[in-house]
């Protein structure tokens, strides 16, 4: 039994890995076209996302929305996140919904809402049309990780401080901001590399005025594969899993992913 799981595990693993490798491989192929195996080793493609003009625009716009949305998540996100957890308001359950509604929606949806709203107000082809846009969508997972933060935090703390005299906003910015920070930072670095990874609601809200690099892959592959993609993909894979691996370090994963923390307790 032990062996067919492991032989499942490795089945999987391979599954997944094995298309990753494929690109990476590509992506230091010395021929312009994806041969596998390679003909020669080059890093040129990686050198040309910083050399060629389209690639530099490309990468300053994608980090500039990705920088700036994910910070706008998190002010949306985390008074939203306290008022529901604080006051206990009684629609608190359909509000906390709406907060997640975005997320929860096909991001086509979501985008053909935005578009309409941009085209009604005129105001279209702006890169801040796709922050506003990004923030919005992506202000869930600030919202996720904070209301759990919020939830798993010890009430004895806020209360102590009242006791003492401080009022409910010396509480907040002395004692429930600093606590609440690890889950901010944590929900902003989520949003920050899932915005860097969106094509939809950016093509959709923007299109080929604000070209950012997941819009920039998806036009050049109409005209075939470039080793350059795949040096892209290969850096997108790179940020996305150093972001999560130190997640899993100097984080909580599991309770980023919605894990019981009375669960994790338990289990160590």
Same mark, same amino acid.
């Given at each position: 039994?032990?062996?067919?799981?492991?032989?499942?595990?490795?089945?999987?693993?391979?599954?997944?890995?094995?298309?990753?490798?494929?690109?990476?491989?590509?992506?230091?192929?010395?021929?312009?076209? @994806?041969?596998?195996?390679?003909?020669?080793?080059? @890093?040129?493609?990686?050198?040309?996302?910083?050399?060629?003009?389209?690639?530099?625009?490309?990468?300053?716009?994608?980090?500039?929305?990705?920088?700036?949305?994910?910070?706008?998540?998190?002010?949306?996100?985390?008074?939203?996140?306290?008022?529901?957890?604080?006051?206990?308001?009684?629609?608190?359950?359909?509000?906390?919904?709406?907060?997640?509604?975005?997320?929860?929606?096909?991001?086509?949806?979501?985008?053909?809402?935005?578009?309409?709203?941009?085209?009604?107000?005129?105001?279209?082809?702006?890169?801040?049309?796709?922050?506003?846009?990004?923030?919005?969508?992506?202000?869930?997972?600030?919202?996720?990780?904070?209301?759990?933060?919020?939830?798993?935090?010890?009430?004895?703390?806020?209360?102590?401080?009242?006791?003492?005299?401080?009022?409910?906003?010396?509480?907040?910015?002395?004692?429930?901001?600093? @606590?609440?920070?690890?889950?901010?930072?944590?929900?902003?670095?989520?949003?920050?590399?899932?915005?860097?990874?969106?094509?939809?609601?950016?093509?959709?809200?923007?299109?080929?005025?604000?070209?950012?690099?997941?819009?920039?892959?998806?036009?050049?592959?109409?005209?075939?594969?470039?080793?350059?993609?795949?040096?892209?993909?290969?850096?997108?894979?790179?940020?996305?899993?150093?972001?999560?691996?130190?997640?899993?370090?100097?984080?909580?994963?599991?309770?980023?992913?919605?894990?019981?923390?009375?669960?994790?307790?338990?289990?160590?």
């Amino acid at each position: 039994m032990r062996a067919l799981r492991a032989v499942l595990v490795t089945l999987v693993v391979v599954f997944l890995l094995a298309p990753l490798v494929v690109i990476a491989v590509g992506s230091v192929n010395e021929n312009r076209y @994806l041969n596998f195996p390679p003909e020669g080793f080059s @890093l040129s493609w990686y050198a040309q996302l910083f050399t060629d003009s389209g690639w530099q625009r490309s990468i300053r716009y994608s980090v500039t929305i990705a920088a700036i949305s994910a910070a706008l998540a998190v002010l949306i996100a985390t008074p939203f996140a306290y008022v529901l957890r604080t006051y206990r308001i009684r629609l608190a359950p359909l509000l906390y919904t709406l907060g997640i509604l975005p997320f929860m929606l096909p991001p086509i949806i979501s985008a053909l809402g935005m578009q309409v709203f941009w085209l009604s107000t005129g105001h279209v082809g702006r890169i801040e049309n796709v922050i506003i846009a990004h923030a919005i969508f992506f202000s869930t997972l600030p919202l996720v990780t904070i209301s759990l933060a919020m939830e798993t935090m010890d009430q004895a703390l806020p209360e102590a401080a009242r006791t003492l005299g401080a009022d409910q906003r010396t509480t907040f910015r002395t004692i429930t901001l600093p @606590l609440l920070i690890p889950s901010m930072v944590t929900g902003y670095a989520a949003a920050f590399v899932l915005s860097l990874n969106e094509y939809i609601i950016s093509f959709l809200v923007a299109g080929f005025t604000v070209e950012t690099l997941p819009v920039k892959i998806v036009n050049g592959l109409r005209y075939g594969f470039t080793p350059t993609i795949a040096a892209v993909a290969v850096v997108f894979i790179v940020i996305a899993a150093t972001t999560f691996t130190l997640f899993a370090i100097f984080g909580n994963l599991m309770r980023f992913l919605g894990a019981d923390p009375a669960i994790l307790e338990k289990n160590r």
